[in-house]
C-alpha cells in the first residue's frame, strides 16, 4: 500500500478553495469507502437550500458566518463552528459573509 493510500495531509482547507463572486463552489479533497471531504467556498447571501445527506456527516466552518437550520432549529455558525448531523435531518446554509466550510460525509459508519 502507498502512502498516499494510507493518509491525506492538506496544509490549509481553507486554501484549497476561493470564495466565488456570487456563488457557491465545492471540490472534493477525498472520497474512499469511509470518507467524503469537501470544501465549499460561498459568497454572502449565497445558500444551499434544505436537504439531508443519507448519511452522518459533520460541517466545520473554517471561516464567515452562516445561518443554519438544523430540522426545525435555526443556529449561527461562526469561524470555527462544529455540527455533527445524524443521517436524513433536514438542514439547510445561508452565507450572511463569505464563508468556506468542510463538509465530511461518513460512510459505513
Same mark, same amino acid.
Given at each position: 500500500? !502507498?502512502?498516499?493510500?494510507? #493518509?491525506? +495531509?492538506?496544509?490549509?482547507? $481553507? %486554501?484549497? @478553495?476561493?470564495v =466565488?463572486?456570487?456563488?457557491?463552489l465545492?471540490?472534493?479533497?477525498l472520497?474512499?469507502?469511509?470518507?467524503?471531504? @469537501? @470544501?465549499?467556498? #460561498?459568497?454572502? /447571501?449565497?445558500?444551499? !437550500?434544505?436537504?439531508? $445527506?443519507?448519511? =452522518? $456527516?459533520?460541517? +466545520? #466552518?473554517?471561516? /464567515?458566518?452562516?445561518?443554519?437550520?438544523? /430540522?426545525?432549529? =435555526?443556529?449561527?455558525? %461562526?469561524? /470555527?463552528? #462544529?455540527v455533527?448531523?445524524?443521517?436524513?435531518?433536514? +438542514? !439547510? @446554509? %445561508? $452565507?450572511?459573509?463569505?464563508?468556506?466550510?468542510?463538509?465530511?460525509?461518513? %460512510?459505513?459508519?
Amino acid at each position: 500500500m !502507498s502512502d498516499q493510500e494510507l #493518509f491525506c +495531509h492538506i496544509a490549509d482547507v $481553507a %486554501k484549497e @478553495v476561493d470564495v =466565488p463572486s456570487n456563488g457557491i463552489l465545492s471540490s472534493t479533497l477525498l472520497n474512499n469507502d469511509r470518507l467524503k471531504a @469537501v @470544501v465549499f467556498a #460561498f459568497d454572502a /447571501g449565497q445558500e444551499l !437550500s434544505e436537504h439531508t $445527506a443519507s448519511m =452522518p $456527516a459533520v460541517l +466545520h #466552518f473554517l471561516s /464567515g458566518e452562516a445561518e443554519l437550520t438544523l /430540522g426545525s432549529q =435555526p443556529r449561527i455558525a %461562526k469561524s /470555527g463552528a #462544529f455540527v455533527f448531523m445524524q443521517p436524513e435531518l433536514p +438542514h !439547510s @446554509v %445561508k $452565507a450572511k459573509t463569505p464563508v468556506v466550510m468542510l463538509l465530511l460525509l461518513l %460512510k459505513n459508519p
